[in-house]
Nanobody
Framework: QVQLVESGGGLVQPGGSLRLSCTTS????????MGWYRQAPGKRRELVASSASEDSIKYSDSVRGRFVISRDNALNTVYLQMNSLKPEDTAVYYCRAEGMTYDYWGQGTQVTVSS
């Protein structure tokens, strides 16, 4: 059974930073486009950032310039560094591993931005 293990969520004040991590097996990580999505209460799940490779990275307009996605191939881990956080960034953040024949999701980690 494939697992995506997320960590790093929590409560932070506006303007603060958090780093999310998502680890999976080497077999899945090497073959997957890794991404971060989020879902706020009452809203649809949306793409935050994705990385098919180090040269193929996408960001949503709402986080571009504030968030950075990166991959550590040695640790089979994808990170989401979130800076200058805003209250509207509050959501459950999900890690995704997408391949040609599969689509795996993590359990989600809560990020709350509030003073």
């Amino acid at each position: 059974q494939v697992q995506l293990v997320e960590s790093g969520g929590g409560l932070v004040q506006p303007g603060g930073s958090l780093r999310l991590s998502c680890t999976t097996s080497a077999r899945v990580f090497r073959r997957s486009a890794m991404g971060w999505y989020r879902q706020a209460p009452g809203k649809r799940r949306e793409l935050v950032a994705s990385s098919a490779s180090e040269d193929s990275i996408k960001y949503s307009d709402s986080v571009r310039g504030r968030f950075v996605i990166s991959r550590d191939n040695a640790l089979n881990t994808v990170y989401l560094q979130m800076n200058s956080l805003k209250p509207e960034d509050t959501a459950v953040y999900y890690c995704r591993a997408e391949g040609m024949t599969y689509d795996y999701w993590g359990q989600g980690t809560q990020v709350t931005v509030s003073s």
